[in-house]
């Protein structure tokens, strides 16, 4: 088999069976707020990601975040710190494990934990205004994770 | 850029209550039938916010320059026209025997100065009142009318009209005695968070109020102003409706409005508001 042939395999495989190579939300390994293992295996995609970090209903990070790279981003927010450059601030791990639960980096952060799935108060069933039993489905799958982490990946200082 | 960046970063840790809150700076005065109406929109905090906030805002102050100024005069505010109809409900003969609230009440002005001190504990019942709880007593305890419920256009109109006789004064609600006990299961709520996003009512509108969050100028979500008439939805809106919409944008299972926990609520964040002015009827975006 081809280098490329077994890729595509992977692939294939990966989003026939996602059980089979996901890290479950529950058991991402943190070490001091990084996580160094890729949550799926599969190379984030930076342009489905940066979808998902302007979708409101999907990670929404511009609610909070400017980036400059994005300028057809209509009235990004100003909660948190402009994302500019961050991979010249923090490894890949440390990036993936802010995105994963910001929690565990910054504590009592605002910033939401986007792959967890339980130990919530009141949880809800995404913005219907209903209740939900946990386990949620995560805000984002996996491999929205690893997508935005491409994306944000490219964020650095020239 | 990387050393702002990091600062910016470092302030957002670092800083429980960040310098960078940006109401605008305007005064209101409302032109109305009986002429000037001076709104305190800008005022030092209540001794009970200490540590928290040292200034109060009204969210009229975070609105812009057109929303703000359709408060100004009673004939560009959409909310009058609730107000109109309230005074008609008011004086209409609907009650079982033919009582209208004018029957027992005399005009609605006999009401001035109730709305600045609601929610309070009734200190004939004991039990904590809501204006929507008053006025629903009166209807089916007093006129023999089934309830209007919480959401409907005759409640509404009535909320406007009965707040509209307390414009300008200072909103002072009581949090001590019998009003303790509800205040601290208010203050409880206020800092909870809730839902899939985790976010307290105090994310929002004391640690981050003056930023942006997406397109929304974050206020300090104070109730003086209300019911608010909202653009949006060309509605008017009592606060415990809008407390179930901010609850809902966090993924969250909402309280409903009348519910204990959303009368509680209530108390608590109009206590955070006293010293604002009650502001009639507002208009928000």
Known sequence: ?158 | MHRTSIMAAVLAVGVAFPALATPVEDTLVIESDDGPVEIVTQTTAPAHLQGALETIYSGWLFRNDETRDLERDDFDNPGMVFVDRGRDTWNAEIGAKGESCASCHGGPESLKGLRAVLPRVDEKTGALMTMENYIDTCLTERMGLESWGWTSTNMSDMLALISMQSRGMPVNVAIDGAAAPYWEQGKEIYYTRFGQLEMACANCHEQYYGHMIRADHLSQGQINGFPVYRLKDSALLSAQKRFVGCVRDTRAETFKPNSPEFKALELYVASRGNGLSVEGVSVRH
């Not at chain 1, 489905?137 to 200082?157: F, N, R």
């Open chain 1, 1 to 158: 088999m081809t280098r490329q042939l077994a890729l595509a395999v992977a692939v294939a495989l990966a989003a026939a069976s996602p059980a089979m190579s996901e890290t479950s939300p529950n058991d991402v390994q943190f070490d001091g707020g990084a996580v160094a293992q890729s949550l799926t295996g599969v190379p984030g995609d930076p342009t489905a990601g940066v979808k998902v970090m302007t979708t409101r209903a999907l990670g929404n990070c511009v609610a909070c975040h400017l980036v400059s790279a994005l300028p057809d981003v209509p009235f990004p927010g100003d909660i948190g710190p402009a994302l500019d450059g961050a991979a010249s601030r923090y490894s890949e791990a440390q990036l993936r494990g802010i995105i994963t639960n910001s929690k565990h980096t910054f504590e009592g952060s605002f910033m939401p934990a986007f792959y967890k799935t339980e130990g919530y108060i009141r949880p809800g069933d995404a913005y219907t205004g209903k209740g939900a039993a946990e386990p949620l489905p995560p805000i984002l799958s996996a491999q929205q994770i690893e997508d935005v982490l491409a994306y944000v990946m490219t964020l650095t200082d020239e």
